[in-house]
């Protein structure tokens, strides 16, 4: 730009000097070859420089026009790569949603199955039993067993009752469940008219668990078995026994009723 200003200065300048020495050539009637000499150089110096100008004013409007056609192919380029930006980021985002979803959805699995896998051990797993006021830890097996064997007896199926009492105390005789296995064995066993052996078995539960809540119970049966084999004066006795072993029980109360009538 200052070129173009300092060009236009120097054809003006080129032009005024032409027109003086043009005036002055007039004047001498062209007498001088040197003037006319001197006009024609400067006026093919002006040309010169006139042609130079154009030129250059051609060139720097050529070269301004590609400069500009170039931004705008810059730009166009640069307008469609943040349009691939945008739709790449479009894509990931939409992507990132999906991913969270999915996680989310295998974390629920994941809870979903470690709790049945829990639930599935708790059914394997020892749990807290209270039964005839006693409370200990038992396997679910043991537990399913007394109380099946529990239901047969109540059924009256008394025969049938004595088989899996008498199974599950061998098979479990360590179980906390023992005590009130024989004590329904022996009720089994009374009511099949098995005294002798279900006086053993009332004896055990006695031996076991002297504390247990059906021992007083447990010592009023053995009397009743006791009177059933005419053993009058062994079941007075035992009355006497349960009496002074458990003076506040329901089983003492009834033997103070019974003694009398024994003879």
Request: glycine share 4%; with cysteine.
């Amino acid at each position: 730009m200052m070129r173009c200003i300092e060009m236009s200065r120097s054809l003006r300048l080129a032009a005024l000097l032409l027109c003086a020495l043009g005036s002055t050539a007039a004047h001498a009637l062209f007498s001088d070859d040197e003037a006319r000499r001197a006009i024609l150089d400067l006026r093919q110096r002006v040309e010169s420089m006139r042609s130079e100008s154009e030129q250059r004013s051609s060139d720097q409007i050529t070269r301004l026009s590609e400069e500009n056609t170039q931004l705008r192919r810059s730009l166009l380029e640069l307008q469609t790569q943040i349009e691939t930006l945008r739709t790449e980021l479009a894509r990931q985002v939409g992507q990132n949603e999906q991913l969270a979803r999915a996680v989310a959805e295998l974390q629920r699995q994941q809870t979903d199955v470690i709790m049945g896998l829990d639930e599935r051990l708790r059914k394997f797993e020892p749990s807290k039993v209270i039964i005839d006021g006693r409370e200990f830890m038992a396997e679910p097996a043991e537990r399913r067993d007394f109380d099946a064997a529990l239901g047969v007896f109540r059924k009256g199926d008394f025969a049938e009752a004595q088989n899996v009492f008498t199974d599950f105390i061998k098979r479990y005789p360590s179980s906390g469940y023992v005590p009130s296995s024989f004590f329904w064995l022996g009720n089994a066993q009374y009511a099949t008219r098995d005294y002798k052996e279900a006086i053993q078995n009332f004896r055990n539960l006695l031996t076991q668990a002297p504390d247990h809540l059906r021992a007083p119970e447990a010592v009023l049966s053995i009397a009743n078995c006791q009177v059933e084999l005419k053993d009058t004066k062994a079941a007075r006795k035992t009355l006497e026994d349960l009496i002074k072993a458990y003076p506040q029980s329901e089983a003492a109360a009834a033997a103070r009723q019974r003694l009398p009538r024994l003879k």
